[in-house]
Structure formats: C-alpha cells, structure tokens
C-alpha cells in the first residue's frame, strides 16, 4: 500500500467563534512553549524536584515537543490526514502531562516548573484545577474544530 503524504485544510468549524477560541489558546500554549525553551536549562533542575535525575530531562524534552507540536494544528493550518490528528492529539497531552505532574508533586514543597524557572510554582489545589481547566479547553477545541473529521480523511480513497 502506498501512502502519499498531502496537505489537506482543516475540517469545517462548528462554531463562527472557533477561530478566536484556537488562536487564544495558541497564544497560551506558544507562551509556555517559549518560555520553557529559553530557560531549559533551568527548568531541568526543577523538575529533578520531583521526578529525579532520569526523569526530568526526558518529561521536559517531551512536554516542550508536544507543545511545539500541538500549534500547527491550533493555527489551523494545512497539514497530512495523519500530521493533524498526531498534532491534535498533542493538544490535550501537553496540559495532561503538566496535570499528571502537579499531582505527583502535589504535598512536596517543590516547585512544579510550570512557569520555568521564573516563577516558583508550588503544587496546590488550584494549580491542578487550572491544569484541568487548560485540559478542559484543550478537548473543547477539539470539539469545535472537528477533530473527528480528521479521521475520515485517513479512511478516504483517492
């Protein structure tokens, strides 16, 4: 079976508002992703706090690719079948994974790393609730932009 590989456009919107609501949280997701790649350095340490010195490196290089990655598909642009539902999917991993590491931290007096190393972020009550919130946003994006279109796009013969 040969795949060619060809850039589709999105799926249609069920909202008019959908636009802004992707863009905004672009916005939000290429803020942590900046900030996170300027002081990585320093962010690695912080998170040894937590998940030591084999997990850290591995959680920060992953959590700041799906945060790269999940921006194509936020900024809707034209991209493969498959490139859209893998950068979909990061959408809602990025904020699962922050989420998953506020609560492993939760009860420690470590800083979470959330914000790098710029502001100390200690795991609370209301940082998982605004994780779950941004999780939250996260999969109401993908309603609104269809995501589930972008699977029929794989099924489609040409």
């Given at each position: 079976?040969?795949?060619?590989?060809?850039?589709?456009?999105?799926?249609k919107?069920?909202?008019?508002?959908?636009?802004?609501?992707?863009?905004?949280?672009?916005?939000?997701?290429?803020?942590?992703?900046?900030?996170?790649?300027?002081?990585?350095?320093?962010?690695?340490?912080?998170?040894?706090?937590?998940?030591?010195?084999?997990?850290?490196?591995?959680?920060v290089?992953?959590?700041?690719?799906?945060?790269?990655?999940?921006?194509?598909?936020l900024?809707?642009?034209?991209?493969?079948?498959?490139?859209?539902?893998?950068?979909?999917?990061?959408?809602?991993?990025?904020p699962?994974?922050?989420?998953?590491?506020?609560?492993?931290?939760?009860?420690?007096?470590?800083?979470?790393?959330?914000?790098?190393?710029?502001?100390?972020?200690?795991?609370?009550?209301?940082?998982?609730?605004?994780?779950?919130?941004?999780?939250?946003?996260?999969?109401?994006?993908?309603?609104?932009?269809?995501?589930?279109?972008?699977?029929?796009?794989?099924?489609?013969?040409?």
């Amino acid at each position: 079976m040969k795949w060619k590989v060809k850039a589709t456009d999105p799926p249609k919107a069920k909202k008019p508002y959908t636009a802004k609501v992707l863009w905004a949280l672009a916005a939000v997701v290429l803020g942590m992703a900046l900030l996170h790649l300027v002081r990585i350095d320093n962010l690695i340490p912080v998170i040894e706090q937590t998940l030591g010195e084999i997990g850290a490196p591995w959680f920060v290089a992953v959590v700041v690719i799906v945060e790269v990655f999940s921006l194509p598909y936020l900024l809707q642009m034209k991209l493969s079948p498959l490139f859209r539902i893998m950068s979909g999917l990061f959408v809602v991993l990025a904020p699962l994974m922050w989420t998953c590491l506020v609560i492993w931290a939760y009860g420690n007096d470590h800083s979470t790393g959330q914000l790098s190393s710029y502001v100390s972020l200690v795991s609370s009550w209301w940082l998982v609730a605004l994780n779950l919130a941004w999780l939250g946003v996260g999969y109401w994006v993908l309603w609104l932009s269809n995501f589930d279109k972008c699977f029929a796009a794989l099924r489609k013969k040409d």
